[in-house]
Structure formats: C-alpha cells, structure tokens
C-alpha cells in the first residue's frame, strides 16, 4: 500500500499486480491478445442459441405462421449473433460457422430450410450492412478523431513473415467493392445507409 497526501487530504492506493491475460471481455465482446475473433464468434453463436431457446415455445409453434416466426427471429435472437460484429474481421470460415447456426435455428423453427419463407436474409449480408453502417459512422467524425485515426493507423517495425491477419479495413473494402460504393460516399449518411441496405432485417 502507498499513502500519498495531496492539498492536506490523505489517500491511500493499494498497488496490485496486473495478470497477462489471453483474452478478457470488454464491453461485452471478447478481447484476445493474438488479435483473433473465434472465441467471439463461438460466444455469439452460444448467445443466438440462448435467445432462441427463450422463444422456442413461439418458434416451434405450429400454430405460428412462418413469417411472425421470422419477425420473433430478427427481433430477439439475431441481435444477439450480431452484438459487436460490425467492429470485426470475420474470416469467411466464421461468418460460415454463423451461418451453420442460424439455419440449424431456421430448420428446427420452420422443420425445413426456405429463408424466403421466414423472410430472413443471409446472416453475412446483415454482418456486411452493420460493419458497413458502422464504417459510415465512423468515417462522418472529424479527421481528428481517435475511431477515424486507428482504421487508417499503420503499425511501425517489420511484418511478420506468412499470410498477414484479416484486418478490419480489409474487410471493409471487400464489403465496399460486393455492394458497389465508394469511401468518399460515406459522407452523406442517407444515401449510405440506403446503398448498403441489403433489404429485409
């Protein structure tokens, strides 16, 4: 323990070491030290399973028309697969295992595969609308912003050698050039939220 004394009043702090750690959780999102999402896209697809096991009396209802399924679907157990992927790299092996998941979802709520039905678009073209609605968030800040400054910040030293990471950037230019926009039209937040609306939630 240090006692310090500031402006006559005495404080103490208790000086503890801090654990490495490989990963820790931040805001609800895994962190790992390696710079990888996959214990973040297993704890997503563990969180639409856990929504989905709440509204699976509504799910599994015969009774329930297809379409209010999907509506129950996209209110309550896809904002949970896609907490905090709009931030992420995700490899295409990841956004397959996302999409495994939802459709095991779909198959047991509807007993057959037909996403038309439940009117539910492919879970890697919402994860591309909300990496992409972030993006346009990000890029309408001031220049000197800290978010705008640290997608365009380069790491000094040399790279290491093989395949280099997926990084957020490079996903967002894949997304830029699938759904056919441009950096600089990120400006006008309307006309960016309708060009990469990829249609129904």
């Not at 050698?161 to 957020?168: D, E, L, N, V």
Request: hydrophobic share 35%; net charge positive.
């Amino acid at each position: 323990m240090t006692n310090y004394i500031s402006n006559n009043v005495q404080f103490s702090l208790i000086i503890l070491e801090i654990k490495k750690v490989e990963d820790f959780k931040y805001l609800g999102s895994t962190v790992q030290s390696n710079g990888e999402c996959g214990k973040e896209v297993k704890k997503r697809v563990q969180a639409g399973w856990n929504g989905w096991r709440k509204v699976s009396g509504v799910m599994c209802d015969k009774r329930v028309s297809a379409r209010m399924k999907g509506k129950v679907y996209k209110t309550v157990v896809r904002p949970a697969m896609l907490y905090g992927l709009e931030t992420v790299a995700l490899r295409k092996r990841q956004e397959a295992e996302l999409e495994v998941a939802e459709t095991k979802m779909l198959r047991f709520s509807l007993n057959e595969y037909i996403r038309g039905t439940a009117h539910v678009r492919c879970f890697g073209d919402k994860v591309r609308e909300a990496r992409l609605r972030w993006f346009g968030h990000v890029q309408r800040r001031d220049s000197e912003h800290i978010g705008r400054r640290m997608l365009r910040l380069e790491l000094p030293g040399r790279k290491p050698r093989g395949t280099p990471k997926r990084r957020f950037m490079d996903a967002v230019k894949e997304d830029m050039k699938l759904v056919g926009v441009r950096e600089e039209e990120a400006e006008d937040r309307v006309r960016w939220r309708q060009m990469i609306r990829c249609g129904d939630p």
